[in-house]
């Protein structure tokens, strides 16, 4: 598994802004000592994996180019997703979803509920909901480009009575601590706690949320959210994200 582990932080070195690294580059940011990253680099660049160009750095082969064409073209977010949200919904014993933004609403596009809660919160999949309160609207909107930010923070100031510089803070709050938190916002009684995912290019267009009944949720929060955002962590990273 170390080895593993080893052979994939390599990988992950290389980024969009440094698509060739030297053996010390490589070294240091996957803090191994030189030689034995030369040993691990030697065998991935006889493999195919690696190739060492004439100013002796190295760079990802064209064979990743082919892996990549093997992906399924209709393996998408719901199919990545679904294994994460039952585990979710099966820790917490409450409703799991999915949620993406369509115009000015926020779909949902998946949802997870275990039946053993007497009293859950209920979210359907395909289900359109106002881009203006709650958490995963928080989450969603935090991450928008300011073009397509710009006329829904208006509508949201305007409804919620409030300020957009008000509102532009709070999206900041949400970036900065990866999460959002609602209680009460959309439907009284009813809290969420939602995460953003990432896709290859660094992008959030979709979230995780769990919702609960407030009551329930205010005695998990801390515990809930640690769980929501290393479940879209996970999700992330098999949708390609750094997490």
Known sequence: MRSVQRILAI?????????????????????LPKSTTFRIVQSLERAGYLVRLEDSQYCLSFRFTSLAGLVRSTLGIRE?????????????????????????????IDSVSTASAPLRAVVQAGEHIP?????????????????DLAPIVTSVARAGKRTKSDVLDELERVREQGYAVSHGERLLGISAISAPI???NDEVHYCLSVGAPTVRMQMHEKEFIKLAVNAAKDISRQFGGKA
């Open 198 to 200: 990432r896709d290859f």
């Open 11 to 31: 990988f992950e070195s290389f980024t969009a802004e440094r698509s060739s690294l030297s053996l010390q580059e490589i070294a240091d940011r996957i803090e």
């Open 80 to 108: 990545i997703a679904r294994p994460f949200l039952l585990t979710l919904a099966e820790e917490t014993k409450e409703t799991v979803s999915i949620h993406t933004i369509s115009g000015t609403d926020r779909v949902c």
């Open 131 to 147: 881009l203006l309160k709650g958490s995963a609207s928080k989450v969603l909107m935090a991450y928008l480009p300011k073009t």
